[in-house]
């Protein structure tokens, strides 16, 4: 019998994409580039319609034109007249101000005729494109309203991260949410979770033997994750400010990677299955004692330094930032997953703003050989190395020690390694593409189920207690450099380094 091939097709269920900040920077950049290549690559419904409800006084030419240029500039596919036309068919913008309550049932009837026209058949998308402090008053907006149809086959709501800034504001704002709407269709963007080599992970871990079979502390000596980034906080030093690398980074994006390194097979691809088993890591992780806070974790901030030859500013000069401010913009961190697979292998994470250096990797560190045939004395090895890479750029690469062939005895280390052009990897999909297909065909495994992200807290809160707690001596690394020293000291203590 033929295997069955799981590609992308186009999706059978109507809709309408209701985009609150619809004028936004997410918007312009991610959601409505998305929107094109889905339709670009014929993958919508064929009754679907996206409303973009924003502030802003706007005509519908003059939004339609912004889009178009966001599109032009931002989308990983060239612009094509035919597409556009297509989109600027299902795109129209709703002014409404979504902090006053009273202004829900206009939306509500809009929604009525706009639905009837495009035959969506009530089903709705709310998707919370807006600053966190926003989130639960939409919620209570459209729980105040009729805005939720119970004729409808279903009404799902997108939240953007971060959700919450603690695991106690967390809970309100999950429990307010599920006032309105059940779990199953609230969907949490985590956007690392649409990266196709994100995706990666569970196919070179549950696809090929060679690795599964030594996925394990026999035979890793460590793992290490870098997000490393060269961009400082731009325009966002308000939110910054707030958030830190470790809400804006480790609590979301790091810990899910992490999951996915960590996790156990599951016993099949389906969403709760594969959620169950990335909860169970969060929830292995080892005790967060005061020791382990003084040992393993550091936290940076960025001074001034130079970047490409140019001077760029320390994070207290940016925009929106105190100048006396102990926000983080780095952290370090080693720890431990305690349970029979990872026991005794610990797992290095490094993330950044400003370093000198912009990078997404996964380092797999394997064991290295005993040594009593090549001695280690007189031949240089290097420990083998399988790196995921997925920025800039996506690929795997492998690292292994082969004869030297320009010496008469010597060892040398080689690299395989694949490529995002790769034959028949074709052009990456945007992660944003992925997440907003799977929301409409109603599919949650690249979403964060809520035990997930509570996990997730209960380690980030006891991190960000401890750094607010401690007074800090920032800043404490320059600018182009790759985070302070101690966060070379937290590997050499232990005889290794960040490779
Ligand atoms: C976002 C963070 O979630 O991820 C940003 O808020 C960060 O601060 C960004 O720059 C990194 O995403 P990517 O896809 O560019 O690696």
Known sequence: MEARKPEMVKIDLSGVFIIFGGTGDLTNRKLMPAVYNLIRDGLLPEHFAVLAVGRKDKTQEGYKEEIKNSIIKYSRNEFHEEVWKKMEQIVTYFKMNFTDSGQYHMLSEFLESYEMNFKTNGNRIFYLAVAPEFFET????IQGSNLILSTANYNRVVIEKPFGKDLLTARSLNKKILQVFPEKSIYRIDHYLGKEMIQNILVLRFCNFIFESVWNSKYIDNIQITLSETLGVESRGAYYEKSGAMRDMVQNHILQILSLIAMEPPV?????SIRNEKLKVLEAMEEITDKFLEENVIFGQYGSGELEGILVPGYREEKNVDQQSETETFVGLKLHIDNFRWAGTPFYIRTGKRMGQQSGEIVIQFKEMPGVLYYKDVYEQTPNLLCIKFQPGNGVRFSFNTKDFSVHNGIVATQMETGGNTPGQGNTPEAYERLIYDIIRGDGTLFSRWDEV??????????????????????????????????????????????
Not at 268 to 272: A, C, I, V
């Open 268 to 272: 099949n691809l389906k969403m709760d």
């Open 138 to 141: 939409i919620i209570h907006g």
């Open 454 to 499: 509570e996990a997730a807290w209960s380690v980030a809160d006891k991190l960000i207690q401890y750094r607010e707690q401690k007074k800090s001596r920032f800043p404490n690394y320059r600018a182009g450099t790759m985070g302070p020293e101690r966060a070379q000291e937290l590997l050499m203590k232990d005889g290794r380094k960040w490779w």
